[in-house]
């Protein structure tokens, strides 16, 4: 690893220079504003859009990146004309994993959706660079290959979705030296990633079913992009995050529980063979494990919202409902089986939401169409790079085939 945890990150050293790649989405603007509260620690040394930029020319005033990154080559380009001199400007996906080895960069912070996110994680972990990963597609989509680029090339890759972030500072009270989310001893029994249940918690399957676009984007505990937030309501996103905590903590599916936590203020929990378990809590705010990962797992203070304890909180949980939510169902087998279940249950449930926000399929057909394409696939073990990406585009055609019928 290319760094010492728990150093400390001094306000008189030089800013560590991070390079935000989805820096207009919500991620990447929790990021700018850890950044901005960081007391000269962080500094944006790379900003990039997929075709923001009228976004990224006024990021660009406020945080004087040296370069700007724009992945669509056919945006409109004359807003760029107001970015400030002696920003540089660059277009296209080759300059996205061009300036990720650039070594002047000290983290990579991923927030891009989708699984373009796979090919520039692995360009990162590639030039052994500190991968701060909020993309879920990245690992779900290529798990066993960025897992074996990390360990071939010294980098690092911290967690920044909030469940496995809780996990992994859980684990850190316990191995105060280890230095990557691969750190499981044999005194873990399980992880146990908490879910809020999203908006259709407590409704029946007939209900669920035939819910509309509005009563899926009702997220009761968290503001996120609309995709995350069918996500979450259909628990795809849960499925997704079981098969990354899979791959970023390398352990067996069977030891991975989901526990349904409504108030999302325990953000998941490590459970030891004594018996005992260690939970992370906070409110619902992801500049929190944002930061921590900038920080490089040191604990400085922060804009996170705290808890109020004059207030009274309660902590309820409730075992998921296999049968209402079958997307979890998914998740467990696609993260046993590893291989190219991930990219496709992945490339599957994309097209399924876009046609569910579309008004073209009910709620309900999303996790079915799931089931059928990932059945229908061909499963590899060991898939490469470029295999994953021509999977990835047959579970599309196939998944848009079947919904055209
Ligand atoms: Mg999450």
Same mark, same amino acid.
């Given at each position: 690893?290319?760094?010492?945890?728990?150093?400390?990150?001094?306000?008189?050293?030089?800013?560590?220079?991070?390079?935000?790649?989805?820096?207009?989405?919500?991620?990447?603007?929790?990021?700018?504003?850890?950044?901005?509260?960081?007391?000269?620690?962080?500094?944006?040394?790379?900003?990039?859009?997929?075709?923001?930029?009228?976004?990224?020319?006024?990021?660009?005033?406020?945080?004087?990146? %040296?370069?700007?990154?724009?992945?669509?080559?056919?945006?409109?380009?004359?807003?760029?004309?107001?970015?400030?001199?002696?920003?540089?400007?660059?277009?296209?996906?080759? !300059?996205?994993?061009?300036?990720?080895?650039?070594?002047?960069?000290?983290?990579?912070?991923?927030?891009?959706?989708?699984?373009?996110?796979?090919?520039?994680?692995?360009?990162?972990? &590639?030039?052994?660079?500190?991968?701060?990963?909020?993309?879920?597609?990245?690992?779900?989509?290529?798990?066993?290959?960025?897992? &074996?680029?990390?360990?071939?090339?010294?980098? !690092?890759?911290?967690?920044?979705?909030?469940? /496995?972030?809780?996990?992994?500072?859980?684990?850190?009270?316990?191995?105060?030296?280890?230095?990557?989310?691969? =750190?499981?001893?044999?005194?873990? !029994?399980?992880?146990?990633?908490?879910?809020?249940?999203?908006?259709?918690?407590?409704?029946?399957?007939?209900?669920?079913?035939?819910?509309?676009?509005? &009563?899926?984007?009702?997220?009761?505990?968290? &503001?996120?992009?609309?995709?995350?937030?069918?996500?979450?309501?259909?628990?795809?996103?849960?499925?997704?995050?079981? =098969?990354?905590?899979?791959?970023?903590?390398?352990?067996?599916?069977?030891?991975?529980?989901?526990?349904?936590?409504?108030?999302?203020?325990? /953000?998941?929990?490590?459970?030891?063979?004594?018996?005992?378990?260690?939970?992370?809590?906070?409110?619902?705010?992801?500049?929190?494990?944002?930061?921590?990962?900038?920080?490089?797992?040191?604990?400085?203070?922060?804009?996170?919202?705290?808890?109020?304890?004059?207030?009274? /909180?309660?902590?309820?949980?409730?075992?998921?409902?296999?049968?209402?939510?079958?997307?979890?169902?998914?998740?467990?087998?696609?993260?046993?089986?590893?291989?190219?279940?991930?990219?496709?249950?992945?490339?599957?449930?994309?097209?399924?939401?876009? !046609?569910?926000?579309?008004?073209?399929?009910?709620? %309900?057909?999303?996790?079915?169409?799931?089931?059928?394409?990932? %059945?229908? /696939?061909?499963?590899?073990?060991?898939?490469?790079?470029?295999?994953?990406?021509?999977? %990835?585009?047959?579970?599309?055609?196939?998944?848009?085939?079947?919904?055209?019928?």
């Amino acid at each position: 690893m290319s760094f010492a945890l728990n150093q400390v990150v001094s306000g008189n050293a030089a800013p560590r220079n991070v390079a935000v790649i989805g820096a207009s989405g919500s991620i990447g603007g929790s990021a700018l504003d850890v950044i901005e509260h960081s007391e000269g620690r962080l500094r944006a040394g790379v900003l990039a859009v997929n075709r923001s930029v009228t976004k990224v020319v006024e990021l660009a005033k406020r945080f004087k990146p %040296d370069v700007v990154v724009v992945t669509d080559p056919d945006v409109n380009r004359e807003p760029l004309t107001e970015l400030p001199s002696g920003t540089e400007v660059r277009f296209g996906p080759d !300059a996205l994993d061009e300036v990720v080895r650039r070594p002047e960069i000290d983290v990579v912070l991923l927030s891009i959706v989708g699984v373009a996110g796979l090919r520039v994680a692995w360009s990162a972990l &590639d030039a052994g660079q500190t991968l701060a990963l909020a993309n879920k597609e990245a690992l779900v989509a290529g798990g066993s290959l960025l897992t &074996d680029l990390l360990e071939k090339k010294g980098g !690092a890759l911290l967690p920044v979705d909030s469940e /496995h972030s809780a996990i992994f500072q859980c684990l850190l009270s316990r191995h105060s030296n280890a230095s990557s989310p691969k =750190i499981l001893g044999k005194d873990v !029994a399980r992880l146990i990633l908490t879910a809020s249940g999203g908006p259709f918690r407590t409704w029946t399957s007939e209900r669920i079913k035939n819910a509309t676009v509005q &009563d899926a984007l009702k997220h009761p505990t968290w &503001d996120m992009g609309a995709k995350i937030t069918i996500d979450s309501a259909s628990t795809m996103n849960k499925a997704l995050e079981i =098969i990354e905590a899979r791959w970023l903590f390398g352990l067996e599916a069977d030891r991975i529980q989901v526990v349904i936590h409504p108030q999302s203020l325990i /953000h998941s929990m490590v459970e030891f063979v004594d018996g005992a378990v260690l939970a992370q809590l906070s409110p619902p705010d992801m500049r929190l494990p944002i930061q921590f990962a900038l920080y490089k797992t040191t604990r400085l203070p922060g804009p996170t919202r705290k808890f109020d304890w004059s207030q009274a /909180h309660s902590f309820d949980f409730y075992p998921p409902d296999f049968d209402r939510f079958p997307a979890m169902r998914l998740g467990f087998e696609a993260a046993r089986n590893g291989g190219t279940s991930g990219v496709v249950l992945n490339a599957a449930n994309e097209v399924a939401v876009d !046609a569910f926000l579309n008004g073209r399929i009910t709620f %309900d057909k999303i996790p079915a169409l799931c089931r059928m394409i990932l %059945d229908a /696939h061909t499963f590899e073990a060991r898939p490469t790079l470029s295999r994953i990406f021509e999977l %990835d585009a047959w579970a599309r055609k196939e998944t848009e085939k079947w919904i055209s019928r």
